[in-house]
């Protein structure tokens, strides 16, 4: 996965999917059905539309205000890493792999509640 600005040192970063042959919108789509929500977003000489692009914002300030640390952002990145897989695979059921991923997140989440 290529990280526009080579590394994730910021609170906001875009992730290139052209070498994955996946659109922003179909993994803003799959992602959100998972509970992960990112944005997508078009990555720098993009070749498709920007109502499609190729590419995803990831931002963190509010899994860090329910107080992820390092641990649970490898945990998101690799169920992220695993829906690129699935769409970017011909025979991966996209369904299943949100359904997975759909039931880590919220038990990750329940650990992190958010306080009113």
């Known amino acids: 996965i290529d990280i526009v600005s080579n590394g994730t040192s910021n609170h906001m970063f875009l992730v290139n999917l052209i070498k994955n ?5 179909d993994l803003e ?3 959100g059905e998972a509970f992960i929500t990112v944005n997508k ?3 720098p ?11 995803i914002r990831i931002g963190t300030p509010a899994v ?5 640390k390092e641990e649970e952002f490898k945990f998101i990145g690799e169920k992220i890493s695993t829906v ?3 769409l970017s695979s ?5 369904s299943m792999t949100e359904s997975s ?7 990750l989440c329940s650990k992190f509640p958010i306080y009113k």
Request: glycine residues 8%; charged residues 25%; hydrophobic residues 35%.
């Open 101 to 107: 991923i759909l039931k880590d997140v919220t038990e």
């Open 90 to 94: 011909s025979n991966a059921d996209i």
């Open 41 to 43: 977003n078009s990555v």
């Open 21 to 25: 042959d996946v659109t922003g919108k």
């Open 64 to 68: 860090t205000r329910r107080g992820f």
């Open 84 to 86: 690129i897989n699935a």
């Open 45 to 55: 000489n993009d070749p498709k539309s920007p109502f499609v692009t190729s590419g």
């Open 29 to 31: 789509a799959a992602l």
